[in-house]
């Protein structure tokens, strides 16, 4: 039998009881030293807002490569970027009043558009060449991408009612990958075609559930949790919020004038403030610093040329077509959102303007951001 002894309330405790004691007590020590050492930050903001791109960079600036399955599931997600993408293209034709013609129109001769002459094929069709796109299946593990597809590609991107569409792609959320592919179809066909860095960054899929990686950090490790923006998924986040440092909070700039995937009624940058002002709001994040990314500011510098703040946002006073004044109106947006709150003196919020898909600049953006992150964890130690 174990031996026992009393304890000075006169119970009496065996030696496994003690064992088990200090086995617990270790444990907790060893979570309490991982906590300390260990940051977490939760990735929030609504669909599109270039999330999944913050995370996919971070693995490029802190050198976690991507396994050869994953590099061949992102080849296999450019394809289907290419079919779907253009398939979700071609189906918002008639809410914007547009459509296909029936035949394609002969290509112009030498001194015409090049464009216009790609994949072209004397016969054709473009009713066949839709019937591919449609019925396309996903491709298996080292298929190369299916050479059909090429011309078919080519030629329906080329169409000008396509083109139109595309550049009205705002009014039907339509994926803003389409022409960095598109501009580059051949390479993408070639049979020894492996993504690089940037196809990676830029190829799409929906977040769907909670995804979880770790970073090495000099003296730290930090955590980073990316959940779905979709009102569907929102649902879900509740399960992260626990033992949050910092949350770094997304919103695309360029979508002040669009619609969400899931709601075409809905304004992605009104949807964006509503979940901001509710994150400000809930007493999980109080004393928890939120740092702001207004990403996606090289799509906003184009497209503010010619779709008017105003137009979506009435009470914008500053000079049209000047991305300037249209990035100090929503810093100043959210920033009073934020305050309303009311707890302005129990948190830090940095606003940063960003462009997820260019590498260089973000890796000078997060060495900033991770430094604000540590020191926050640092002072709650210390308290």
């Not at 169409?159 to 792609?169: F, I, L, N």
Request: charged fraction near 25%.
């Amino acid at each position: 039998m174990g031996g026992c002894m009393s304890t000075p309330g006169g119970v009496e405790v065996s030696e496994r009881d003690r064992a088990m004691h200090k086995q617990a007590e270790k444990q907790l020590r060893e979570a309490r030293s991982k906590m300390q050492q260990q940051v977490k930050v939760l990735l929030l903001g609504s669909g599109d807002s270039g999330k999944s791109t913050i995370l996919k960079q971070m693995r490029l600036i802190h050198r976690v490569p991507f396994s050869v399955q994953e590099t061949e599931s992102f080849r296999q997600l450019v394809f289907d970027n290419l079919t779907r993408g253009l398939k979700y293209l071609l189906d918002a034709l008639p809410d914007m009043g547009l459509e296909l013609p029936v035949e394609y129109a002969p290509p112009p001769g030498e001194g015409g558009d090049a464009r216009a002459r790609a994949g072209w094929e004397d016969g054709a069709s473009i009713a066949a060449d839709l019937e591919l796109i449609t019925a396309a299946e996903d491709l298996r593990d080292g298929e190369a991408f299916p050479i059909r597809f090429l011309g078919p590609l080519q030629r329906l991107w080329g169409e000008d009612v396509v083109r139109t569409a595309w550049a009205r792609g705002n009014e039907a959320a339509v994926p803003e990958n389409l022409h960095y592919f598109f501009s580059d179809l051949p390479r993408l066909f070639d049979p020894a075609y492996v993504p690089t860095e940037q196809d990676i960054v830029r190829a799409r899929a929906r977040t769907i559930g909670i995804t979880e990686t770790t970073f090495a950090l000099r003296d730290h490790e930090m955590l980073m949790v990316d959940v779905g923006g979709q009102k569907s998924e929102r649902r879900k986040w509740i399960h992260c919020f626990q033992d949050v440092t910092s949350i770094l909070f997304l919103v695309s700039l360029s979508g002040y004038d669009q619609c969400l995937v899931e709601d075409r009624d809905a304004n992605q940058m009104q949807d964006a403030m509503t979940i901001w002002d509710s994150i400000c709001h809930s007493q999980w994040f109080k004393q928890t610093s939120i740092i702001l990314f207004l990403n996606k500011n090289d799509l906003f510098e184009q497209k503010i040329k010619t779709s008017d703040i105003r137009n979506f946002f009435p009470d914008f006073e500053g000079e049209a077509g000047s991305a300037h004044a249209g990035r100090d109106y929503f810093k100043k947006r959210f920033g009073r959102l934020a305050q309303k709150a009311g707890r302005a003196k129990d948190r830090e919020i940095y606003i940063h303007i960003t462009t997820a898909t260019d590498t260089e600049l973000l890796r000078v953006v997060m060495a900033a951001v991770e430094g604000s992150v540590v020191t926050k964890n640092i002072r709650a130690i210390m308290l």
